[in-house]
């Protein structure tokens, strides 16, 4: 990837982060779009790399083919998922890819991959909205804004139910329990981070909060 085009106090990182069911994926769609910038799922990521390992018979267990595996693969997430230029977009979602994801997302080395990818995207573009578990405590803790999206149990329960079917659903709660609990860069709120409650509340009324957050917060030699 080449250099940052922007000089770094130019460049502005909205951090989403928050359980499944909590609309990160949604809300972090939108106020990118609201906001003309671009948007990553790093979710998609780690999915990628567990969709691979079970492509090719590996272990999610076995750390080192893991994390081989993840620094070799080509992963373009956008509206289209390619893994090494095949379209797995469908197939990162599947319920055996949200079994495996979690080995692979608790996998230190693996994590420090996608973290590095994930910070020369964002320079790449001079900026984003980046969603996932440990934006805001791990890959950029300097990001000018952060948020921690969350929702009541049932409102989340219902939403994965919604999109997923009950069978996915119960594993991404499995995966919820999961990812707190790991011991490399679990899911948990940032100190600084503006927590949301979304139960109830529609998409644009949570995206008019962000963006009004952000301008707040647009103050010169800020970086990130």
Excluded at 45 to 67: F, K, N, P, Q
Excluded at 154 to 165: D, I, M, Q, V
Excluded at 199 to 216: C, F, H, K, M, S
């Amino acid at each position: 990837m080449s250099e940052p085009s922007s000089p770094l106090e130019e460049i502005i990182v909205v951090a989403v982060d928050g359980p499944a069911g909590s609309g990160k994926s949604t809300v972090a769609r939108a106020v990118a779009a609201r906001l003309g910038l671009s948007y990553l799922d790093t979710g998609a990521m780690y999915r990628s790399v567990a969709h691979a390992a079970l492509c090719e018979d590996i272990d999610t267990e076995d750390g080192e083919r893991m994390a081989e595996l993840a620094r070799r693969l080509r992963i373009e997430v956008g509206e289209q998922v390619l893994v090494d230029g095949v379209d797995c977009t469908r197939a990162i979602r599947s319920s055996e890819v949200t079994r495996a994801v979690t080995a692979a997302a608790a996998n230190p080395q693996v994590r420090a991959e996608m973290v590095r990818r994930q910070r020369l995207w964002v320079q790449d573009r001079g900026g984003g909205v980046v969603e996932g578990r440990d934006i805001g405590t791990v890959v950029f803790p300097d990001a000018r804004l952060k948020v921690f999206l969350t929702a009541s149990p049932e409102e989340r329960a219902r939403r994965r139910a919604a999109e997923a079917g009950d069978a996915v659903a119960t594993d991404i709660t499995r995966r919820d329990q999961a990812d707190s609990s790991r011991a490399h860069s679990p899911l948990a709120t940032a100190e600084d981070a503006v927590t949301i409650d979304t139960t109830e509340r529609t998409v644009d009324d949570v995206v008019d909060e962000i963006t009004g957050l952000l301008a707040q917060r647009q103050l010169p030699g800020k970086g990130w």
